[in-house]
């Protein structure tokens, strides 16, 4: 995804942009023998955070989207942004536009669009959720009748623009559109003015299904409930504790995150 | 007297008084002496018996490093003996790794005694310590390039850059890292 130049330069000119580990992703290795391994990264998850200058969370993308949903959802992202020093009281427009979000979600399976340069127009209006927000498939509607993509199943990796089309990611990025945008609105109604951190721990649980207190990311009793060889499984298991997943994740402690130090800069 | 004149009297004085190993005024040349001279007599010691030799650093080298070296590998090579004790041979499959605690060697077990008089080999199985013999505590993972976006360091460096520029910060999250090859 990062490494599209349409994308990067997008973000680079809009965002100033960071990323940030939580734990370490699960690495599965097969051995086939005679030098032949598989090695693959298993339950890994993402969200995107745009936030204001001082942390406050603007809106979450969860999960991998297709290139050009995610542009036009960062998109959109970008200008909520833009409009809230513009607003009477930023937090409550905030909140009114996680309600409005979550309410569409709910009663159509889609989010409202952002209308972009509605404080820029002739007429001076006044910036509000109603003035902003409108019935999704809107900006659609505004210009010529878009075809839609041909989705391919088995995309060829080394080329960027094949990975557009792939069909998988195009399911995700609905489930995350029609499934996970929803609860992210809802915790952020509940979390007024929250930082990443606030709510971070929350939405690996429950919006993207990976507790990452738990060392097993919930995985533990699918892992060991029926391998017999105990002496093989780790104390730290929910089997060998003797809790349910849900006990392990009430007991867990703390984990820190990661550190961050990207390779590469700006600065 | 003029003051050229004595001003070059008291620079001869000064020189003739260092030479002449008699203190000059101001001057504590005294204690410098006193300084240097046990490693002079140290010196001439090792080279006694030595004719034509004496006060020569570089008269008898073998012998001088010999036993002046002692005191060093004495605290240096228990150290190097625990680190190559540590990482030897691996065991054999199916046995045991031994818990017991490891009996320092004796640091004269470690030295032998090269051909040359007064030279120290250090029995030091360099080879051993290639990276297949290191225990891998951790996989490292291939590092590639997180894509082209430029990314800042930090959340904090990019939110002040935020405070700045006017722009809302993205912050991407995820398990692993970006710029590793499986992430």
């Known amino acids: 995804m990062f490494s599209d130049e349409e994308v990067a330069k997008d973000i680079n000119q809009k965002f100033e942009p960071v990323w940030v580990s939580v734990r370490e992703v699960p690495i599965v290795t097969i051995d086939f023998g005679k030098g032949h391994k598989l090695t693959r990264t298993l339950h890994g998850n993402v969200a995107t955070y745009v936030l204001c200058s001082d942390g406050t969370i603007v809106d979450i993308l969860p999960g991998l989207y297709e290139r050009d949903e995610y542009v036009r959802q960062l998109d959109s992202l970008f200008w909520v942004h833009h409009y809230m020093p513009r607003t009477a009281d930023p937090k409550a427009f905030l909140a009114d536009y996680h309600r409005a979000q979550y309410q569409s979600i709910k009663a159509s399976g889609k989010a409202m669009e952002v209308n972009p340069f509605a404080d820029l127009s002739k007429v001076s209006i006044e910036i509000s959720v109603e003035t902003i927000l409108r019935p999704p498939g809107w900006r659609n509607s505004l210009g010529p009748a878009v075809r839609p993509p041909v989705l391919v199943e088995h995309p060829d990796f080394s080329k960027p623009g094949d990975l557009a089309h792939w069909k998988k990611l195009h399911e995700d990025t609905e489930v995350n559109e029609t499934q996970r945008r929803g609860p992210v609105h809802e915790i952020l109604l509940a979390h007024p003015g929250a930082k990443p951190n606030d709510v971070t721990k929350q939405l690996y649980r429950e919006v993207l299904h990976a507790d990452i207190d738990d060392p097993y990311l919930g995985l533990g009793e699918t892992l060991f409930k029926d391998y017999p060889f105990t002496e093989d499984i780790p104390e730290s298991s929910p089997r060998a504790r003797g809790n349910t997943p849900a006990k392990l994740s009430a007991t867990a402690q703390p984990s820190k995150f990661v550190s961050l130090s990207p390779k590469a800069s700006r600065n | ?183």
């Open chain 2, 1 to 183: 007297m003029s003051r050229r004149s004595f001003n070059s009297l008291a620079l001869a004085a000064i020189l003739a008084g260092t030479v002449a190993g008699v203190p000059a005024s101001g001057q504590q040349d005294g204690a410098k002496r006193s300084a240097e001279f046990p490693v002079q007599r140290l010196m001439d010691e090792n080279n006694k018996g030595q004719p034509g030799k004496q006060g020569s650093l570089f008269a008898n080298p073998a012998r001088s490093m010999s036993m002046r070296d002692m005191s060093k590998g004495r605290i240096e090579m228990p150290v190097k003996s625990l680190f190559i004790e540590k990482f030897k041979a691996q065991p054999d499959a199916g046995q045991e790794p031994s818990t017991a605690v490891r009996a320092v060697p004796s640091p004269a077990l470690l030295l032998t005694k090269n051909p040359v008089p007064g030279r120290v080999k250090v029995a030091l199985p360099s080879k051993t310590l290639g990276t297949s013999q290191k225990p891998a505590l951790k996989p490292q993972q291939e590092k590639v390039e997180p894509g082209k976006v430029r990314w800042h360091k930090a959340i904090q460096t990019a939110m002040d850059a935020s405070r700045r520029s006017g722009k809302p910060v993205l912050l991407f999250q995820m398990m692993g890292h970006l710029d590793d090859r499986f992430c």
